[in-house]
């Protein structure tokens, strides 16, 4: 268990609601995931289009269906370089849709969700790998399908809290129940539930890469790392930071996502406008 030090009577109450057993968990104690069989092929366009029929409902609905979507454009082995080789025979726009680091590709966007791809590669000790976020228990606020599409792929920790009952103060603790310990390796799909799942990744052990279908809110909530003791029998984490990205940054990046041109050249002009009024 990681306890924490109050600074204040409101951390005190959190404290106490957090480690008291007030959380109830329901459910299976296994993370989604899915080992399926298929020797079909699909293109992305199919399976854009299967997301598109979705409307408002990505990732909601018929998510097992989706899954077997991603499983068999699994068995699709040049999509991926034939859809990143179209994109750089424009270089401009190959830049402007892919604002992200070099870890990641985009492949699609469309208005309730995006898709992309996402490179994982053993750690050297070179500077710069933290972008990977490697043994940094922390959890999303976007509902995440994704694919081992190449390599062993990461192995990952899985842990679930309750986000309705974290104040989220720094410091705080925050009840937790184990899941799995588990690996995204090729061919498999998991899903990870948005500020509901937390995560640690552990490096593969070789060059890989995983197809995610990303969807944003348009209501975002916290997005939290946490201090925990990665044993099954840990029942408590720690908020080590709150991951709250200055407004006009969450505007700027949601707006990209959902395709609008030119962010920083509208904030700047907002910017002006505001300064002149």
């Keep these: 268990e990681v306890g924490c030090s109050p600074a204040s009577a409101r951390r005190q109450i959190a404290q106490s609601r957090a480690c ?84 990641v590709f985009m492949l699609h966007r469309a208005d309730h969700y995006f898709i992309r791809a996402a490179i994982w590669a053993p750690p050297t000790g070179m500077t710069g790998e933290e972008i990977f976020f490697y043994e940094d228990p922390h959890d999303h606020n976007f509902a995440l399908l994704t694919l081992g599409y190449e390599g062993q792929g990461y192995e990952t920790l899985l842990f679930e809290y309750d986000h309705q009952s974290v104040i989220g103060d720094v410091g705080e603790t925050v ?64 908020i080590r930071e709150n991951l709250i990205f200055h407004t006009p940054t969450v505007i700027s990046r949601f707006a990209h996502d959902l395709g609008v041109q030119n962010v920083p050249e509208i904030l700047r002009g907002h910017v002006a406008a505001s300064s002149d009024q």
């Design 20 to 103: 008291g057993s007030m959380v109830t968990f329901e459910g299976d104690t296994m993370a989604y995931s899915w080992d399926l069989d298929s020797e079909e092929s699909i293109g992305l366009d199919e399976l854009i289009d299967f997301l598109d029929e979705q409307g408002g409902n990505v990732l909601n609905d018929k998510l097992d269906v989706a899954a077997m979507m991603m499983r068999k454009l699994f068995n699709n082995r040049t999509f991926l370089s034939e859809t990143i080789l179209r994109q750089l025979a424009d270089e401009r726009r190959f830049d402007s849709i892919n604002p992200y680091t070099p870890q």
């Design 175 to 238: 009840e937790v129940r184990f899941l799995e310990r588990t690996r995204l390796s090729r061919g498999r799909v998991m899903f990870y539930r948005d500020s509901r799942d937390i995560h640690v990744q552990f490096p593969s052990e070789d060059f890989s890469i995983s197809i995610n279908v990303v969807v944003p809110k348009i209501q975002m909530n916290r997005q939290y790392s946490f201090e925990l003791d990665l044993s099954p029998d840990t029942t408590c984490a720690t």
